[in-house]
């Protein structure tokens, strides 16, 4: 007697002696599947996308929400991000500054998300997304570093520049016909959005640097993934590669206009009132950087504040010596001159 192909189960002949390919139960669970995945459409072949466009929208009705202050939190704020919140040069990639601007950049999303996912992987478009949009938020603190960054669009000049990539020098499984109009539509949506972004008005807000990283971060992952589409060990290796030069790159970024461990703890220091430890901060780094007016300005204050008027001058006159045209310095030595001998 004939079974089910699913479950095994008995399968009843009909008069004319032929019996179905599925039972009955099996049937019905494969017509319901069908049915969910004509219904889903798009949303069921490209998950990746729509899950990032849920958590886009999703943060910007949190955005609506006073008091929550998403914005603040999440922001690529050069300062912030260059002294240990890591994190928004990830979480800056979710964020919109308005309807305009984000309802633009999800329709960009939507229609190269779906097709990386096609091209790539699943797995590998959700990363694209995630490096690319660092990419682009590194190198635009790396352009100013006080500048506050926010969007999508980094990760989608990411997304367009490694289906370039890919689709140019990669081994895809596209007709050549495909190819031409990618490639076309491709580099027409990253000339044109580059060209927004020197005009003027409110398109001048627009963030060029941030979409340039994204796009150089892109055409690096887009032509390994393309050319090793079928091994993705070795495309794994390949995006942990890239995210290695992303760190190596921001560590740079840190080290060079991140505010030192030493002025950090001074802070905290002078916070918690514990002035003597905040000197002892101080001392060390104007031991190593000698010529920071600034910070030998805050030291001869903190002497000041400690009854040790010595020490003051003399932190004050370096100050004066590393940046003769500081004023607070000036000022700190011209108000410690007029002092009476009694305050000595």
Known sequence: MPSCLKCGDALTVNEEGVAPVLCDR?????TGRARRAMAMGDLGRAPVTTALLAINIIAFILQQIPGLNVTNWGVNYGPATLNGEYWRLFTAGFLHGGIFHI????????SLGRLSERLFGKWQTFVIYMLTGAGGALLSI??????AELGASGAVFGLVGAVIAGVKFGDLNISAGEKRAVLSSSITFAVLNFALGLGIGSFA??????????????LLVGLPLGAFHRNKVLQLTILVATAAVLFAGGREL???YGTPEELKQAQMAVNQEDYPRAIQHLEKY??????DDRVWTI????????????KAVEAFQKALKANPESEAAKRALEQMAEESPQQK
């Open 26 to 30: 099996c049937a019905g669970v494969a």
């Open 103 to 110: 309802g633009m950049n999800m329709w960009c999303l939507w």
């Open 142 to 147: 790396a352009n100013n570093p006080r500048n």
């Open 254 to 256: 840190v080290l060079k």
């Open 205 to 218: 807000r627009i963030d060029n640097m941030c979409h340039l990283g994204g796009l150089v971060t892109g």
């Open 286 to 291: 104007t031991s190593a950087n000698p010529y």
């Open 299 to 310: 030291l001869g204050a903190l002497y000041a504040e400690t009854n040790q008027r010595q």
